[in-house]
């Protein structure tokens, strides 16, 4: 679970968030002017990078403030999160306040516990279905 820094709340669980796509993309000047072609790319096209990312994200649960984070896309490793209007930071060292996985131990996307294996049958499963079950 990500730790996320809201620019006005502070840090909260994830859950509270929701992304809104590739953040600093500008509207076209002239929208009129655009083919169908051109209008199609402004809509539907964004940059896919593998690494440092610059999105959009709203604290919908929270203060409905929309803000930039900058975020690596591998590892999840928020560097920096910034309002909107603001330029993009450089890719620095990650802020200290950062978001970041949870290291706990009952953690599904980290850590070290796996799950019990102890109470598993070491019996085969059955291959046909339960009486009354419908294929």
Same mark, same amino acid.
């Given at each position: 679970?990500?730790?996320?820094?809201?620019?006005n709340?502070?840090?909260?669980?994830?859950? !509270?968030?929701?992304? $809104? $796509? #590739?953040?600093?993309?500008?509207?076209? !000047?002239?929208?009129?002017?655009?083919?169908?072609r !051109?209008?199609?790319?402004?809509?539907?096209?964004? +940059?896919?990078?593998?690494?440092?990312?610059a !999105?959009?994200?709203?604290?919908?649960?929270?203060?409905? #403030?929309?803000?930039?984070?900058?975020?690596?896309?591998?590892?999840?490793?928020? #560097? +920096?999160?910034?309002?909107? $209007?603001?330029?993009?930071?450089?890719? &620095?060292?990650?802020?200290?306040?950062?978001?970041?996985?949870?290291? &706990?131990?009952?953690?599904?996307?980290? $850590?070290?516990?796996?799950?019990?294996? +102890?109470?598993?049958?070491? /019996?085969? &499963?059955? /291959?046909? +279905?339960?009486?009354?079950?419908?294929?």
């Amino acid at each position: 679970m990500l730790l996320i820094s809201c620019p006005n709340c502070g840090s909260r669980d994830e859950t !509270e968030f929701h992304y $809104g $796509g #590739q953040a600093h993309v500008p509207y076209p !000047e002239n929208p009129n002017d655009l083919n169908d072609r !051109e209008w199609a790319e402004y809509l539907f096209y964004r +940059a896919n990078t593998k690494g440092t990312f610059a !999105e959009r994200w709203v604290h919908s649960t929270g203060c409905r #403030q929309w803000f930039n984070m900058l975020r690596d896309t591998v590892t999840y490793d928020i #560097q +920096a999160v910034y309002p909107m $209007g603001t330029p993009r930071p450089s890719s &620095a060292a990650p802020a200290p306040e950062s978001g970041t996985a949870s290291l &706990a131990p009952d953690s599904t996307t980290t $850590g070290t516990a796996a799950p019990s294996i +102890a109470a598993t049958s070491t /019996t085969p &499963a059955s /291959t046909t +279905a339960p009486k009354g079950a419908t294929k």
